[in-house]
Nanobody
Framework: VQVMEFGGGLVQAGESLRLSCTAS????????VGWFRQAPGKEREAISY????????YYASSVEGRFTVSRDNANNMVYLQMDRLKPEDKATYYC??????????????????WGQGTQVKVSS
């Protein structure tokens, strides 16, 4: 299984980016998918999660109202639309596949497959 994220880049504060996540070797539609980020010198944090059914979306308070997660099962894609970006959103962003629901979506433990990350930089 390979998970891949893309779409990162350098933008100015207030602008938008859309991150994409896809996978080979599994059908994303069969799993909940989370987005995480890790800023330099900080711990990795969960920022968004979309359930397998697609009925529910969850966001960290730091991004709620600005970020939107969606999925396109027909094309095996999950997206993270990031609007009104702030300098503090600068981080490496990861897509992860949740294979067990023992823990909250916010915890790494439930995610078995991870992408390599894509960098987002926001200038002020």
């Amino acid at each position: 299984v390979q998970v891949m994220e893309f779409g990162g880049g350098l933008v100015q504060a207030g602008e938008s980016l859309r991150l994409s996540c896809t996978a080979s070797g599994l059908n994303l539609g069969d799993y909940g998918v989370g987005w995480f980020r890790q800023a330099p010198g900080k711990e990795r944090e969960a920022i968004s999660y979309k359930t397998k059914s697609g009925d529910y979306k969850y966001y960290a308070s730091s991004v709620e109202g600005r970020f939107t997660v969606s999925r396109d099962n027909a094309n095996n894609m999950v997206y993270l639309q990031m609007d009104r970006l702030k300098p503090e959103d600068k981080a490496t962003y990861y897509c992860a596949i949740r294979t067990t629901a023992t823990h909250s979506w916010r915890y790494d433990a439930g995610y078995k497959y991870w992408g390599q990350g894509t960098q987002v930089k926001v200038s002020s």
